[in-house]
């Protein structure tokens, strides 16, 4: 059995590997310029505080390589359910190559075994690998991203670390689950696609902001936390502000929700809500000629008066915990439906 298995595998393995090694290759090539030009960079922006500036120059200017890793990375535990689990059983049974095997003194149980262990592995073991090398890649531009594309973003945090290998044995026992149900390839492979999309937005939407219970706590407000400072048409008025997803001295936390609170502590205004605060945009502090250069009396102002960010948030720390409690429930997924796979083949497969 596990000579056929690989016979019959071999081909979507070998091009896996090739793929992989490219990747690889790539990312060692250019793994340690970017780790040599991400520590020059702070070195010299250190000593003039300019390190923001600098965070977002480097940045940009490997956004692209950036998104393009983290994007293979999401997609491969999905191609992996669409072209290796999906196809599995069902091109078996659609050319009824499955009755030869169990007539040869092969139980069901034996034969759907050895095809779920030895694929399997080789699923998880590929996402695992281009996971762990991705993460080793970008962590000069993790620590560097934009807040949207934040190591802890929903985005990101999938693309990284071992999730992956959870993400790719699921969808690859989703795929087979689905071909035992409808025996057809392609609506195998369309059912895989919905099933496994739908549960990946909602792990980030419904269940990881509750994984760990977040953090909430007020602090005052500044660029960080704050949407900028501006007045809307002309000759004066107030000054309006909106909160982002930032929270003072938390770098790289994940922002579940950032509202601007009053002097009473009531909240006026949530995340991208823009809002205008009593203070003259014409003269005083927040004028444009207002106060000393570069002391942000606007800022300074804006927090005499009373006004706060109240956030909840998930902080950077919790990365590795994260990933290793949504591999585990994922993992719990995957039992579960490889159980039900070998109910399914023993009782209802003819």
Request: contains cysteine; neutral net charge.
């Amino acid at each position: 059995m596990i000579w056929l298995t690989w016979r019959q595998f071999r081909g979507s393995a070998v091009m896996m590997a090739a793929v992989l090694v490219v990747l690889a290759a790539a990312l060692a090539l250019t793994g340690p310029n970017l780790a040599s030009g991400y520590a020059a960079g702070i070195v010299g922006c250190t000593p003039d505080d300019t390190c923001d500036q600098f965070f977002d120059q480097f940045f940009d200017g490997h956004q692209l390589p950036f998104v393009a890793v983290s994007f293979v990375v999401l997609a491969l535990p999905a191609l992996v359910g669409l072209f290796w689990g999906a196809p599995l059983i069902t091109r078996e049974l659609e050319a009824g190559t499955h009755l030869l095997v169990w007539n040869q003194s092969i139980t069901r149980g034996r034969w759907l075994a050895v095809k779920l262990g030895l694929v399997g592995l080789a699923a998880m073991a590929a996402a695992c690998v281009c996971g762990l090398a991705v993460t080793w890649w970008s962590d000069p531009l993790d620590k560097s991203a934009v807040l949207d594309l934040a190591l802890m973003a929903p985005l990101v945090f999938g693309a990284r670390g071992i999730a992956p290998m959870g993400y790719a044995a699921f969808a690859f026992v989703l795929g087979v689950t689905m071909g035992m149900l409808v025996r057809r390839t392609l609506p195998a492979m369309a059912l895989t696609l919905v099933v496994f999309t739908a549960v990946q937005f909602a792990m980030p939407l419904l269940v990881r902001p509750h994984l760990m219970p977040p953090v909430t706590a007020t602090f005052e407000l500044s660029h960080v936390n704050g949407g900028g400072i501006h007045m809307q048409g002309q000759g004066g008025g107030p000054v309006y502000i909106s909160m982002r997803p930032g929270v003072p001295g938390r770098a790289g936390a994940w922002v579940l929700s950032s509202d601007l609170l009053d002097s009473s502590g009531r909240t006026i205004a949530g995340m991208g809500e823009e809002v205008p605060l009593p203070i003259s945009a014409t003269s005083g502090p927040c004028a444009p000629a207002g106060g000393p250069p570069g002391l942000d009396p606007c800022w300074v102002e804006i927090n005499r008066l009373g006004y706060r960010q109240q956030a909840t948030y998930h902080p950077l720390e919790r990365f590795w915990p994260f990933q290793w409690i949504e591999t585990g429930i994922y993992t719990l997924l995957t039992l579960g439906l490889t159980w039900f796979s070998f109910w399914w083949i023993r009782r209802r497969l003819l």
